[in-house]
């Protein structure tokens, strides 16, 4: 049965592209076609043709990005900006099946085929299965700014991410490269700004990250994960030592991670820190130093920030205060948090992270004679500024 009125047909193109943006890749260019020629002319305006994002979970993937490849150059070509191609395996019709061997190869010869077809080139791709490798020959766009790499087996891949000079942004998870073969990435050093290390085995030595003169963030979760504690603390601690450029920090359950808070004190530039994961055996406190005249954002565990608070009274800049891992029973001096907040002259917001436990009457009373001292003082029962750091990404650094 027709419909009597097409109302998305009769929009204007901005609202009818913009009603078809809210679909994802698939369901805007493999159904919305179907239903009448004016969808389908919608469906491939250029538009919506700026940005693709097109996610391939299926085991039978070669066949889909061959015709995709075909398909930018056809209906992209000139329009394009970006292009968001991720592979993944784990969400396959058939569990545990690996993505085919050359996978990833025809994904990123897709990529640079539309990076070839497009005025500004592809800006972001990821790539993600389990595991892929790519072959000698293939080559990540010229135009690439933002790249994640997930479960790359392949040791030559490093050596084609140097090769990428126009990188702002690297993401690297699950993936066991060593520190000699990571030491490739110094050649971005004029570019990268955004730096992300998950689930790997190594970091990048000291050596390698003190030649990346641009980088502004840095992201490390479960990283590294080989090596004997003494090694870890000492690792951790000379790769931040010569990162004073750095801006933001976050640490997510990485082992032996408190060997890393004396290095903290040279960062004279950072304005966000986040420390995440199992409460540290001891309580130890924040440095102080030239650090805490930038800072703006903490995200810690409620005991480090009690065993730091008057170092933290010397932030005049700091904004945002969360805390987590602690018993809701609490305890007078974790209370001393909210205190010390009601008190600082530029705080503006603290989060509790206490999960699903009841609120403890002591923090209970605690904030509201916090906030009685101090109006403008916002309270809240959330993860949010931990979250929040999680997931930073410098796109307009």
């Excluded at 913009?18 to 305006?45: G, I, N, T």
């Excluded at 919506?48 to 085991?59: A, F, G, P």
């Amino acid at each position: 049965m027709e419909l009597a009125f097409d109302l998305l047909g009769a929009l204007p193109l901005e609202l009818s592209s913009h009603c078809l943006d809210q679909l994802s890749c698939r369901e805007r260019h493999a159904v919305v076609p179907l239903v009448s020629k004016r969808w389908h002319e919608l469906a491939y305006s250029p538009a919506l043709l700026r940005q693709l994002d097109v996610e391939l979970l299926s085991t039978d993937v070669l066949p889909a990005l061959r015709l995709l490849s075909a398909g930018l150059l056809r209906r992209a070509a000139g329009h394009a900006d970006s292009l968001r191609l991720s592979l993944d395996a784990s969400c396959t019709s058939q569990p545990g099946a690996p993505l085919p061997e050359d996978a990833a190869t025809v994904a990123v010869t897709a990529a640079a085929a539309a990076d070839a077809a497009t005025e500004e080139g592809v800006n972001a791709l990821t790539l993600d299965g389990a595991p892929l490798a790519l072959e000698e020959a293939a080559r990540l766009p010229a135009g690439l700014t933002k790249l994640h790499l997930g479960g790359v087996e392949d040791p030559g891949i490093i050596d084609k991410v140097a090769e990428a000079t126009a990188l702002r942004s690297l993401s690297l998870a699950r993936m066991e490269h060593s520190a000699e073969q990571l030491a490739q990435l110094a050649s971005l050093g004029a570019c990268l700004q955004r730096l992300a290390v998950s689930w790997c085995g190594h970091l990048p030595a000291p050596a390698t990250l003190a030649r990346l003169r641009q980088l502004q963030a840095l992201h490390i979760d479960h990283t590294p994960r080989r090596g004997q504690a003494q090694e870890l603390c000492a690792e951790l601690q000379a790769s931040l030592e010569p990162l004073t450029q750095l801006t933001h920090l976050v640490c997510a359950h990485v082992r032996a991670a408190a060997s890393m808070l004396p290095a903290l004190a040279e960062l004279g530039e950072l304005q966000s820190f986040g420390w995440h994961g199992p409460a540290p055996t001891a309580s130890p406190a924040l440095p102080a130093g030239p650090w805490m005249a930038s800072l703006r954002t903490v995200a810690v565990p409620a005991e480090v920030a009690a065993a730091s608070l008057p170092v933290l009274a010397g932030a005049t800049k700091l904004e945002e205060l969360g805390l987590s891992r602690f018993a809701p029973s609490g305890c007078a001096k974790q209370y001393g948090i909210l205190r010390t907040a009601a008190a600082h002259p530029s705080l503006r917001r603290v989060c509790l992270h206490l999960k699903d436990a009841p609120l403890a009457v002591g923090w209970f009373d605690a904030a509201v004679e916090a906030q009685r001292r101090k109006p403008s003082l916002r309270i809240e029962r959330s993860n949010s500024i931990a979250k929040t750091l999680a997931g930073h990404d410098v796109e307009a650094a």
